[in-house]
């Protein structure tokens, strides 16, 4: 039993039911379901010793994505804050400090986000850990466009093999899917496996990639 509650659970982080979705409204899950699309996004950097790697890749493969950069690491490498928008992707905010909606009062989390306008110009938020009530979406969505996933991988998950993330990712991606990496630290092994495998994988069977 306990198996297939795990699955279950894990099953519904992987991809979030349409019924769940529905409470959301107005976050972006998902783009166009009926073209051959998908926008791969990559969370918490700027980091030191991943970031660069991840922009060298995506210029092998020849597609471009959307950073959702945390302010505090934007602060710390502005180089590579200005590297991610000079070789043509997008740039998303992520907040300053990392911190859930779901377990700070309301004004702390939208300091966090102010915060992070210091250093990150943009008009997508995806919120940390994707923690966030319907009160907060119903301010933020004033300013920006609030980014969720369609697809999210688990890199950072240590108890996954690279090989598990891989297929994690090809088996919900489809079309118009929001795919969420990580170049952090945490995900480094799994996602520097498991991302440039996968897009590969999807460029044969005909997809193209597009920044949000
Ligand atoms: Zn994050």
């Not at 980091?47 to 994505?65: F, P, Q, W, Y």
Request: net charge positive; proline share 4%.
């Amino acid at each position: 039993m306990k198996v297939y509650t795990n699955r279950f659970v894990k099953m519904l982080i992987e991809q979030v039911p349409q019924i769940v979705r529905r409470f959301f409204k107005p976050v972006l899950w998902r783009k166009d379901k009926n073209k051959k699309v998908l926008y791969l996004t990559f969370d918490d950097g700027p980091n030191e010793s991943v970031t660069l790697s991840v922009l060298n890749e995506l210029d092998r493969l020849g597609i471009k994505a959307t950073f959702f950069c945390i302010g505090n690491n934007v602060e710390k490498h502005p180089e590579l804050f200005e590297e991610i928008q000079k070789r043509g992707h997008k740039i998303g905010s992520h907040g300053y400090g990392h911190i859930r909606g779901l377990f700070h009062d309301d004004e702390s989390f939208y300091e966090d986000i102010k915060k992070a306008e210091k250093f990150i110009h943009c008009n997508l938020f995806r919120p940390p850990h994707g923690h966030i009530t319907p009160k907060q979406i119903k301010h933020i969505c004033n300013n920006y466009t609030i980014v969720l996933w369609d697809v999210i991988t688990r890199d950072y998950n240590q108890e996954l093999t690279p090989e598990q993330v891989y297929r994690i990712a090809v088996k919900y991606a489809r079309n118009g899917s929001i795919i969420v990496f990580h170049d952090s630290v945490k995900a480094a092994k799994n996602m520097q496996y498991a991302f440039p495998k996968a897009v590969e994988y999807w460029q044969k069977e005909g997809y193209k990639f597009e920044v949000l």
